[in-house]
Each structure stands twice: as structure tokens, then as C-alpha cells.
């Protein structure tokens, strides 16, 4: 949740298991923290943020600015969307 407190951000929550069958519709975009039971009430809930931002010691190290965020989508996956 680090990720969106006091952050720009958005995420994707959804549900790991969906036990009913009227097809998967169990998906939210937020740009704030989430609740353990958002999505669905019977099962565990998880959020993908769109961006990461670093840590104290990433930052203390000087691998990242304190501002810096980087997408937290894979280079090869994020150029399939270009092409969609």
C-alpha cells in the first residue's frame, strides 16, 4: 500500500478464486489503498500497482530518487499494449 499513500498512482484490484459462475467481473482501478475485502467478500483481495515507487534504502543508496516511480509492467508487455 506504500505505493499510494501520499502518491500519484493507480491499481488494479482483484480476486485470486471466484467461486460463482456468471464470468469474471471481479476487477476495480483505484488510486487509493483498499480494504481486505474490496473486490470480493469470500476471497482474498490483492491490488497491482501501475507504478512502484522505492524505498528508504533505495533511495539512501542512490538508486532512485525520492520522487522517482517506474512502471511496474514488464518492457515486453507494455509494448504489446502499443500494438493493441
Known amino acids: 500500500m506504500r505505493h499510494f499513500i501520499d502518491r500519484e498512482n493507480l491499481g488494479l484490484m482483484t480476486a485470486r478464486n471466484v467461486e460463482i459462475n456468471s464470468g469474471f467481473n471481479h476487477i476495480l482501478v483505484t488510486d487509493a ?9 469470500k476471497e482474498g483481495n490483492y491490488l497491482f500497482p ?4 522505492p524505498t528508504e534504502q533505495e533511495v539512501e543508496s542512490g538508486l532512485y530518487a525520492a520522487d522517482e516511480r517506474r512502471a511496474n509492467l514488464s518492457y515486453n508487455w507494455s509494448q504489446k499494449l502499443d500494438h493493441m
Request: hydrophobic share 60%.
Open 33 to 41: 489503498i483498499m480494504a481486505l475485502h474490496t473486490v470480493s467478500m
Open 50 to 53: 501501475l507504478y512502484l515507487y
